[in-house]
């Protein structure tokens, strides 16, 4: 009976161990693809700054600018499975629960899933432009702001429901900015791991680059709020009109340039996190 019970231990340790494997790299590509994608919306939005605004600086710019890069095909399939594997990570968290002591938490899990869906709706506009580039990246994120808010508006309660929703981002802005300021992120790093070099860049780069992230989601849930209360669709932005928005402020362009370079360093941030996150 011991002999049977052994191989079957044996493989069941192997299997765990192969299972853990695989979502680990599944999470380090799709951090690695998150990555990717705020630095290029960055990089777009600060050539929006200096004078040059031919590109939209949300996900299809992003998109566009990665098609044209020399293997841009080849590119473009693998940050879309990257993005795959961010969703099965977050999939894999709302069903076992997360890194951490409270990992196993109700509202840990809820907001794994969340993540999931959101991530697993990426990774298919992702793969559809990769598929065919020809038919676009499915359109502007301002356009489609303006679509779904139109859309919930026509709804009962509809203005509501936009104005709740937008209440609800510009929450999460400020979350993520003030989680960012308070480098909340260490409690899921590797410290053990990190040399002094490392540990200052994760520090610079997480909490600019978290902080720009949190005023760039809170100011469009601002704008989706005012749409709600003017009872206008076009006033909801997306990130591009978002982005294009701060220029427009008493600061100028540099407020632009300012949020811009912090998006960049959050896609260097999440490089680093695909580096050294506990997963």
């Known amino acids: 009976m011991t002999t049977r019970v052994l191989p079957t231990t ?19 590509a799709g951090l690695t693809a998150r990555g990717v994608i705020y630095l290029l919306v ?23 600018e990665l098609a044209a890069q020399p293997f841009g095909a080849v590119l473009l399939w693998a940050l879309g499975i990257g993005l795959v594997g961010m969703a099965l990570w977050r999939l894999s968290e709302a069903a076992f629960g997360a890194v951490g002591p409270d990992g196993r938490k109700a ?18 506009s992702v793969l559809a432009f990769a598929a065919s580039p020809a038919n676009g990246s499915g359109g502007s994120s301002d356009q489609q702001s303006r679509d779904v808010t139109a859309r919930v508006m026509e709804v009962p309660a ?23 300021a308070r480098r909340s ?6 410290t053990g791991q990190l040399a002094p070099w490392s540990r200052r860049l994760v520090d610079v780069t997480g909490v ?10 809170a100011t469009a849930g601002a704008f989706a709020v005012r749409a709600a209360v003017d009872y206008e669709p076009d006033r909801a932005k997306g990130l591009d009109d978002t982005l294009r928005s701060f220029a427009e402020t008493p600061l100028g362009p540099w407020l632009l340039v300012l949020v811009a370079a912090g998006l960049v360093l959050f896609g260097v941030f999440s490089f680093a996190l695909a580096r050294w996150r506990r997963v």
Not at 19 to 24: F, I, V
Not at 43 to 64: C, H, K, Y
Not at 107 to 124: D, E, I, P, S
Request: charge should be positive; hydrophobic fraction near 50%; glycine fraction near 18%.
């Open 10 to 28: 044996a493989r069941g340790r192997v299997r765990r161990a192969a299972d853990g494997t695989a979502g680990e790299g599944a999470a380090r």
């Open 107 to 124: 509202k840990k899990r809820l907001a794994a899933a969340a993540r999931c869906v959101f991530y697993g709706f990426v990774a298919y």
């Open 208 to 217: 600019a680059g978290g902080v720009a992230r949190g005023l760039v989601f």
């Open 158 to 180: 509809g203005r509501w429901l936009v104005g709740i929703a937008g209440v609800g981002i510009v929450v999460a802005g400020v979350v993520i900015g003030v989680q960012a």
């Open 42 to 64: 960055g990089v777009l939005a600060l050539r929006i700054a200096f004078g040059d605004g031919s590109q939209e600086a949300d996900r299809s710019g992003a998109l566009e």
């Open 185 to 190: 992120y260490r409690k899921k790093l590797k």
